[in-house]
């Protein structure tokens, strides 16, 4: 065996440790540079679901667990203990699919606007376009409700104020306080908020088609339409089914800051979710019932994730795990 | 060999990076504390220096050597500032201990979660102040977190004027905390003298109106707090737009301080007939009386509260953005004129008696109803349910113990008792002084600093910095700031000061004076006995407390009832409000509203057995 040693750069020191590194088979090489995120993983994956146990006690911050009563599944029959209880659970459970399956149905809304923003010739308009429509998700929703009082309340907010100037209606309409179009309402507000945000990636994927595909078309006379509809629209196909599937599996996990702030005593019915649900159940002090809740929201997603992926297979032909 | 020993070496490193991460955050941040929090309080709590305590190097009255600078971290739960303590209050404790305070607040950084990531990590700094003294106080104290004040001689040696002044606040603490022999915190406003109420020129509510255009109309009497609606009426078509013309409203409520079980703003007229809540249960118990109801029956002014906010509704008295708009919101229309009714002094004076309109002759007062018996928290020689505690991992509790003694003494009340409820004293020969008899009075550079705390700088030589933010920041309020200060024979809070009352009335108070013929509104409660003072007692027990179950439950009532309080108050019609109700009731009552009402019972009973301790 020779040494490798003509694999070193001659101008630099041929020190211990980079010399043994490069003796090493590739497939150490590998492991060794995979094996720091192996453990952030783990660390930051797996480790949490040790937390689990929480679920089976009367845990309170502050005392050792050694200390705490075992109390087994209590915390997961008390989320169906009643007959009222379990009618508030089904009332936030449809919420829940609803923003979700809402969510799906209109997450074609990015893709249409990729395809618009990137049919755009003038390059400062599309880049002015481009980046008005991404500001919106850097806002918080708290901020975003606070823009939505002024336009909307009663008492001198802009639409109303408008709406009665123009002479449409006499008192002014409680846009935020009401029971009615909720639903649409809130994913009006998400898109005005993400719309942008979620278009980028599609965006990356249009550059990423072979510009040859394009100019072929051009010399077969394909029209501006058929262009997007034989090539572009295919070219993003998997994109979408990527982030399609992975939004399936986060079906039952809306988030709670949008529902929170937008939350009020006449639309509470239509908008508590399952995550605002729980905030305003159980966590202030309950950490147990929040823990239990979200054990049984982590088996849900994988097992919709899971269904997805296969149904993908099933239908495509590819899966994306 | 070589690559094997590699990987064996890099495994170790992981292994042991792994375990430290374990050990240290793995019960408290998994929920949804960052790992930054509980790292953060590992390493800012605990004194930093640690002199030797043995030896008095320097004479002072506890024999402790102050020569080095002792940092201390304040772990607050009712502090609204974070960061090191700036300004006067800065100043005198350094000048005196050599003592500087950095204060972590949980309100400004996740409220709750913050207070569960903290206890999770096993330590909470140096000192300790809890809001109140239900769950996780105990639940401290049960985790081994707090220091036990009677080890060591603490309180004996180093807390000598608490001991003589206020045993019974000591001997609350023994009994319900410290199972009868340890001490694990103080309460605050503790008071020596047991009689009276506790509230200084104002009371905790009012409820005041618009001065001037309560007088335009003719000062009409008011038997009944229905009778303001008619009023309130005339109010509004006198003055119906602003200075700006925008609309105004009587009442304009807010939601975000809804919790506790109901809508924040139902439960004023309840503590104007002289009952109260008792906290996170369904019933309202008299002040000075063995009386309770149930707070969603007929006779209940909570319903009844409701009810005068739907009639306002239908009669156009109600802002109708108060569901939707914020706290902040309010204060604003407040201060532009928009409102004409206010529950609390601190909400319309506060906010709309400016100099330029108090010099225009418009302002807020106190209009009180004929049968108004105004609920008053009375002297409390066992403490409020506010607590102070040395943290268990503390480096030099003696110091600390010292520190916190001396801000119960007469000379740490006058500097700042009140902080957080009132506005404080500040320093001597500053803002306040002593006249050649002995009586305090406020400086004019004091009237300028208590009025405009924000914009008012101080001298270097002071600590510099505004009156506001040089205020002691924990946000606890050691001595009841009504309390007399046996030095000088008057209450410590510079309003009930002789000299303060009696200074240069302006037209609203002279006319409101000539009306009522009183100074102040507590002295119009108190003279024409219009006032139920509740005794501020104890058991003698450890105080009963819901299990985990019933609290869950007591919790999802509470936001039922908030929920339908507010769909009541803005019911389109009478037919509606009865059908919403009655759907309240039974939405409650399958969700155990029974259990809570036989908790909630209970639990008054102890109320009523704490009294009899101070009677």
Redesign the interface.
């Known amino acids: 065996m020779t040494e490798p040693s003509i694999l070193v750069h001659a101008s630099k020191p041929k020190g211990y440790g980079r010399g043994s590194f490069r003796k090493l088979p590739n497939k150490y090489k590998l492991f060794l540079m995979a094996f720091p995120f192996l453990v952030t993983t783990f660390i930051f994956f797996y480790l949490p679901i040790s937390g689990w146990i929480y679920a089976f006690y009367d845990f309170t911050p502050g005392i050792p667990l050694s200390d705490t009563p075992y109390v087994g599944l209590k915390w997961f029959k008390s989320i169906a203990q009643n007959h009222t209880q379990m009618e508030e659970v089904l009332r936030v459970m449809k919420n829940t699919v609803a923003m979700s399956a809402l969510g799906i149905v209109t997450s074609v809304f990015p893709v249409i606007f990729a395809i618009l923003l990137s049919e755009i010739r003038t390059p400062w308009y599309r880049k002015f376009v481009q980046t008005l429509t991404t500001i919106p998700n850097f806002i918080s929703w708290i901020l975003v409700y606070a823009l939505a009082f002024t336009l909307f309340s009663v008492d001198n907010g802009v639409v109303n104020t408008i709406l009665i100037k123009l002479g449409f209606i006499d008192e002014g309409i409680n846009f935020l306080a009401t029971n009615s179009n909720v639903w649409l309402t809130m994913i009006a507000w998400y898109w005005w908020k993400s719309l942008g945000w979620g278009a980028i990636l599609y965006l990356a994927a249009i550059t990423g088609i072979d510009q040859e595909l394009y100019e072929a078309a051009d010399v077969d006379g394909a029209s501006r339409f058929r262009k997007i509809w034989h090539i572009t629209v295919p070219g993003i196909i998997p994109t979408f089914f990527v982030l399609l599937i992975l939004s399936i599996g986060n079906f039952i996990n809306n988030g709670v800051d949008q529902y929170f702030a937008f939350q009020n005593a006449m639309n509470k019915d239509s908008i508590e979710v399952l995550d605002l649900y729980v905030y305003n159940i159980a966590f202030a002090n309950n950490f147990p019932f929040a823990t239990a809740v979200s054990m049984l929201k982590s088996l849900i997603s994988i097992f919709l994730l899971f269904t997805a992926n296969s149904m993908s297979k099933l239908i495509r032909g590819e899966s994306i795990i | 060999m ?2 094997k020993r ?2 064996i070496l ?1 495994l170790a490193i ?1 292994i042991v ?2 375990m430290a ?2 050990s240290k955050g ?3 941040a ?2 949804s504390a960052p790992s930054t929090e509980s790292t953060a309080s590992d390493s800012s709590p605990s004194a930093s220096d640690n002199p030797s305590d043995s030896a008095s190097e320097s004479p002072s009255s506890t024999g402790l050597d102050h020569s080095q600078t002792l940092k201390l971290s304040v772990f607050s739960t009712t502090a609204n500032y974070a960061g090191p303590q700036i300004g006067w209050f800065a100043k005198a404790i350094k000048d005196k201990f050599n003592i500087e305070l950095d204060i972590v607040s949980s309100n400004l950084t996740g409220g ?2 913050k ?3 903290m ?2 990590s096993g330590n909470l700094g140096d000192i300790v102040i809890w809001g109140d003294d239900k ?2 106080y105990p ?2 104290i ?2 081994g ?1 707090l220091l036990d004040l009677t080890k060591d001689g603490l309180l004996d040696d180093y807390g000598k004027d608490i001991m003589a002044t206020y045993p019974k606040a000591i001997e609350k603490a023994k009994i319900a905390f410290g199972g009868g022999s340890s001490v694990y915190g103080i309460g605050n406003n503790v008071a020596s003298n047991p009689s009276g109420p506790s509230e200084g020129k104002d009371m905790t509510w009012g409820p005041d109106l618009r001065w001037d255009l309560y007088q335009k109309v003719g000062s009409p009497d008011i038997n009944s707090p229905t009778d303001y609606l008619p009023v309130l009426k005339k109010m509004q078509e006198l003055e119906p737009k602003n200075s700006q013309g ?2 105004t409203y009587a009442f304009s409520l807010w ?1 975000d301080w809804d919790g506790n079980y109901k809508m924040t703003l139902a439960k004023q007229f309840a503590n104007m007939y002289g009952y109260d809540e008792i906290v996170d249960t369904a019933l309202y118990t008299k002040a000075d009386e063995e009386k309770y109801y149930d707070f969603l029956s007929e006779e209940s002014w909570y319903m009844k509260s409701l009810k005068l906010y739907f009639d306002a509704n239908q009669m156009g008295l109600l ?3 108060s ?3 914020k706290f902040d ?1 309010v204060v604003a229309k407040y201060k532009d004129g928009r409102l004409l009714f206010s529950w609390f002094p601190w909400l319309g004076a506060a906010n709309y008696n400016t100099p330029e309109n108090i010099a225009a002759g418009k302002g807020f007062a106190t209009v009180p109803f004929k049968e108004e018996v105004m609920y008053s928290t009375g002297f409390n020689v066992y403490g409020g349910n506010g607590i102070i505690s040395i943290g268990a991992k503390a480096k030099d509790p003696k110091r600390i113990m010292e520190f916190i003694n001396w801000m119960y003494t007469p000379e740490g009340a006058m500097l700042s008792a009140g902080s957080g409820t009132a506005v404080p004293n500040g320093p001597k020969g500053l803002t306040w002084d002593l006249d050649a008899g002995g009586k305090p009075f406020v400086t004019d550079f004091g009237l300028k600093a208590y009025a405009d705390q924000q914009n008012t700088k101080l001298p270097e030589e002071f600590g510099g910095g505004d009156y506001y933010y040089g205020a002691n920041q924990m946000n606890f309020s050691f001595v009841v700031p009504a309390e007399v200060n046996p030095q000088t024979g008057e209450p410590y809070d510079h309003n009930l000061w002789e000299s303060s009352i009696k200074r240069n009335p302006n037209a609203i108070e002279s006319s409101w004076r000539e009306k009522y013929d009183a100074l102040t509104a507590k002295d119009y409660f108190v003279k024409n006995n219009k006032i139920a003072v509740a005794p501020q007692g104890f058991t003698g027990k450890e105080p009963l407390v819901m299990d ?2 019933l ?2 439950k007591n ?2 009532i509470g ?1 039922v009832i ?6 009541l108050v ?1 019911a389109k019609n009478e037919e509606q409000y009865n059908k919403l109700k009655q759907e309240m009731l039974d ?1 409650v009552k ?3 509203y029974d259990e809570v009402m036989a908790f909630s019972i209970k639990k008054a009973e102890e109320l009523f057995e704490a009294r009899k301790s101070v009677k």
């Open positions: 070589r690559l590699t990987l890099m992981m990076v792994v991460a374990c793995n019960n408290g998994k929920e709750d979660t207070i569960a990531a206890m999770a769950n996780n639940n401290a049960k985790g977190l925008k609309k939601s802002d109708p953005d569901l939707t708009q919101d985990k179950t609290e869950q919790k999802l936001t908030q929920q339908y309080s507010w769909k803005y939405k399958g969700l155990g």
